[in-house]
């Protein structure tokens, strides 16, 4: 039986490919006792990165591909990758070499000591300073508005044992964070530090947008504080209206440009109340309209399932 299967979602990542291979190859060398499997999952690339799949499959049996049908991201083809894997254990790693390869053998020993799920939490961060704030401003936001608690310094890698992967793919639902949906799932948990190397070649698929939308997803797919901010605050505002009016009224000051100011911030306030309802309706509408969160385009390998099993999240 497999023991390990490491998981890697892609996006234009063929120069980094070949690399990827030979440190994942490098690492389990250390561990000859271990049985494992690279799934790697080709998320809608536009180079050549699924030729090197197919090749990397045919000449090693413990490779093997999914193609999806077009760019669904990171954390789609990741759950993809968990609906694959047949390992009793399952590592994702970074494409682009960020993930070190000296995390597996920690990562293993934690979960064969216990834990189900297993996080690396980034100790040292060698990005530039606009984006360390952003990621601790990410985090601080996350862990202000949802119930998981995470480093400050961000989560990017986890292992999880068979029956926190059976969790996770009898889990429903589109527009998530995979790592809100893992912390949220419980079982034994533990957190590694690791230093997060730069990246060695090729641009990050990462962009601001992303970012944007897995903050959304991770606030909007898992709690509804938001929402239930909306009462306190609109109540707050509502009482500093009538404040400023009253005191306005009283003082004989401009009442007008009191309450031109007062006006706006009311609507300011609508405004964003109705775009937060906005956000839980629509994750509702995508939920009812029951549309596949990924479908595979192809595979290459020794498949673990069929195309159809992984069109969609089992409901």
Known sequence: MTELSLMVGLLNEAENLPQLYRA???AMERLPQVEWELVLVDDGSTDNSWEIVRSLASSDPRVRGVRLARNYGNHAALLAALRSVRGKYAMNLAADLQTPADLIPRFLESCRTGADLVFGARRHRADGAMDRFFARSFYAAMNWLTPQRMPSGGIDVFMARRSAIDAINRQSGRNVSILNLLMSLGFRQSVIEYDRPVRSRGRSKWTLAKKIRLFADGIFAYNARPLRLCFPVGLLVGLLGLAGLAWALASGGAIAGLVLSAGAVLLGTQLLTTALLGEYVYRTFEE???????LVAEE??????????VSRTSR
Request: proline residues 10%; hydrophobic residues 35%; negative net charge.
């Open 300 to 309: 290459t390998g020794a498949p673990a399932h069929s195309s159809n099993e």
């Open 288 to 294: 009812a309209a029951e549309r596949p969160v990924w």
């Open 24 to 26: 994942v190859t490098g």
